[in-house]
């Protein structure tokens, strides 16, 4: 089985051929990835009518080449998975009308993908992990802690209640003046800071539910850096630092009340699992290596390659929900938003 991924979402076009392999995990066949960080830069953040232009512009070629770099024709292809959703409304109807024509003119199967769920099938495609196991799924849109129980079974144990992980990330990085995207060069700068200059909050520690809120450490470190502008090399890397180290405590402790929750819905995990772009950073990997330890687990983290949006893991959620008889028709519709995991029922 060969299957063909599309994403088209946000900022990145990516086309990927993916089939089974052993032991349960997936055999990338061929991934190919354009990034529009260049498109964007100049402005800070993605603008939607640039990045639906420029997935039309390559989305054709990207496709040729992922199929003819996996040895295939069309022809060959199993079936056609794509990102159907959640995105900006314009990239995600480019990428779903190619596919359904694609599917309608080799007369194979289509397969439309839940973004987030491509995110947290991933750890399978690459280790072949088995369920349940519990997932932090953090993006620049995205912040949830799931218990992921099967193909289309999540349940929501927690999420952000204003901003993203990445977002958060990102933003802090304009006030401060840093180059976009702003998540990795935070990051950067993090590495030569002091976490313990500025003593900044770390909100909704302690608190029952595994939820997670942000807004409030962004403005206090927004106060922090107006208090000293105009703001010294060093200072930005103080900050930096001292916000990744909030950022971490929070994830942590949202970890663990998540862990807690997690037997009541799920039972035992098999594995603590993170995906999406925020886990490439480093000391956000480093702590969930330690958590995931001290609870017995394994930690299971794509490679960078694949912690960003990319076609391999639309490809592969495919694979999962065609195994299953899992396919879509030509009406299938294109999601700005789009839900994957329901929220937990628990006292």
């Not at 190919?32 to 997935?55: C, T």
């Not at 992980?165 to 933003?171: R, V």
């Not at 995931?292 to 912690?307: H, K, M, N, Q, Y």
Request: net charge negative; proline share 5%; with cysteine.
């Amino acid at each position: 089985m060969n299957v063909l991924g599309i994403e088209t979402t946000c900022d990145e076009t990516a086309a990927a051929v993916v089939a089974p392999g052993e032991n349960g995990r997936g055999r990338i066949l061929s991934n190919e990835v354009l990034s529009q960080i260049a498109e964007h830069a100049a402005y800070g953040g993605v603008v939607p009518e640039i990045a639906a232009r420029a997935h039309v512009e390559v989305l054709d070629r990207l496709i040729e080449r992922a199929v003819s770099g996996a040895g295939l024709t069309l022809a060959q292809v199993d079936g056609i998975a794509v990102a159907a959703g959640p995105g900006l409304i314009g990239g995600v109807l480019i990428g779903l009308v190619t596919a359904k024509t694609l599917a309608l003119v080799t007369r194979k199967p289509l397969i439309a993908v839940n973004h987030l769920e491509a995110h947290a099938l991933t750890a399978r495609l690459t280790d072949g992990i088995g369920f349940p196991y519990l997932l932090l799924l953090a993006s620049g849109g995205h912040t949830q802690l799931v218990a992921v129980k099967g193909v289309g079974d999540y349940v929501r144990l927690g999420t952000t209640i204003d901003d993203a992980i990445g977002e958060a990330f990102d933003k802090v990085a304009k006030l401060l003046g840093l180059g976009y995207p702003g998540g990795p060069e935070v990051e950067r700068m993090a590495e030569t800071g002091d976490p313990e200059r500025f003593a900044l909050p770390r909100p909704m520690l302690g608190r029952r539910e595994a939820n997670f809120s942000l807004s409030g450490l962004k403005t206090a470190l927004r106060i922090e850096a107006e208090k000293l502008a105009p703001l010294s090399t060093a200072d930005v890397a103080d900050l930096c630092a001292s916000f990744q180290a909030a950022v971490v405590d929070v994830v942590v402790d949202r970890l663990r009340v998540a862990m807690r929750d997690f037997a009541s819905v799920a039972g035992h995990p098999t594995a603590l699992v993170a995906a999406g772009g925020v886990a490439a950073n480093g000391a956000i990997r480093r702590a969930l290596t330690t958590q995931a330890g001290e609870a017995g687990l394994a930690f299971v983290a794509p490679p960078l390659s694949l912690c960003g949006d990319n076609g391999a893991m639309i490809a592969w959620a495919g694979i999962e929900r065609l195994r299953l008889g899992l396919v879509d028709d030509l009406t299938a519709p294109a999601r700005a938003r789009w839900p994957f995991a329901e929220p937990a029922a628990i006292a």
